[in-house]
């Protein structure tokens, strides 16, 4: 699943990924004894595969779709009530990472990079970059009537008074869109992010990873660094991009440096959990109940 810990968009693969929004330290933890977690069962080699704790607290992509469907619903029929007939926005197709976890520590798909370095599959940024260049936009008018009465910048309409924030805003009132935003979850595992690359089993294994670089003229001293590298963020793949990407890989598979950063984040974030359980549950039943809501909302009872 994608969840607010992790965006993406066209230009680096990577620099648009998790670093950017990762913003809060979490502190007071003992560092992880060995990150001893529930993370054996997983395929090591397929970080796609990985899942994070904090995700049971998260939205799931199908929950995600359900309330987006109502939101639309809601705003559509609260639109209407004014007269007007609003037509949502497209959803941008997905480009880049599929879960969580896929590109959290950076890539991992050495048949991807050797034709396209760091950046996503050339057929996906296509489809997205036609679709932005068409405009993922709804059918409102810049400034007219119902743009105002969409996000709330008028007051009535034809004498009918709209709702505090416009249709959006009632909408998100109906769906309890704070409660999805699940802020907490979010901040404990953005936070667990940062801790992570500064405990010593992290630390050790981003050494080793950035020796093998090294041996093949490559000087980066963490692996989200060669993604991020500038000179990579054009839209054109070059030579250069696809060597340094497949080095990289290379010396992922042999340092193992995203599997022993996916135990030690786990593991922090357990600890997270465990502290914050209280104020975790509470937030998920709160995504549950907007869940419940949502599917009354597209089923009309």
């Known amino acids: 699943m994608l969840s607010p810990l992790r965006s993406h968009s066209s230009g680096s693969a990577m620099a648009a990924g998790v670093a950017a929004t990762v913003m809060f330290l979490l502190t007071g933890c003992s560092s992880p004894s060995n990150a001893e977690t529930q993370t054996e069962s997983f395929d090591q080699q397929n ?52 879960t969580l976890t896929d590109w959290r520590y950076g890539i991992h798909d050495m048949a991807l990079a050797k034709e396209r370095g760091y950046k996503p599959d050339a057929e996906e940024q296509e489809a997205y970059d036609a679709a932005v260049e068409k405009g993922a936009v709804d059918g409102t008018t810049a400034d007219g009537p119902d743009a105002r009465a969409l996000d709330g910048r008028i007051q009535e309409v034809d004498g009918k008074k709209v709702p505090e924030g416009g249709c959006v805003g009632a909408a998100n009132k109906e769906i309890d869109s704070d409660a999805v935003q699940a802020r907490t979850a979010v901040d404990l595992g953005n936070a667990a992010f940062v801790r992570s690359q500064q405990e010593p089993e992290v630390v050790k ?35 250069e991009e696809i060597a340094t990407a497949t080095t990289d890989i290379t010396c992922r598979q042999k340092t193992k440096v995203a599997w022993t950063w996916f135990r030690v984040e786990a593991a922090l974030q357990k600890q997270a959990i465990e502290q914050h359980a209280e ?13 419940r809501n949502a599917s009354r909302i597209v089923k009309g009872e």
Request: aromatic share 10%; net charge positive.
């Open 47 to 98: 970080p796609q595969s990985w899942v994070l704790p904090v995700q049971a607290y998260l939205p799931t992509d199908q929950e995600q779709s359900r309330l987006s469907q109502a939101k639309k619903l809601l705003i559509g029929d609260c639109m209407k009530g004014f007269g007007f007939t609003w037509v949502p926005a497209p959803d941008l197709p997905r480009v880049g990472p599929k």
């Open 279 to 291: 104020e975790l549950s509470a937030g998920r039943k709160k995504i549950d109940a907007a869940v």
């Open 205 to 239: 294994a981003f050494a080793a990873w950035s020796a093998c670089m090294k041996r093949s003229g490559y000087d980066y001293r963490k692996p989200l660094d060669a993604s991020d590298d500038s000179r990579f963020s054009s839209p054109e793949v070059t030579s």
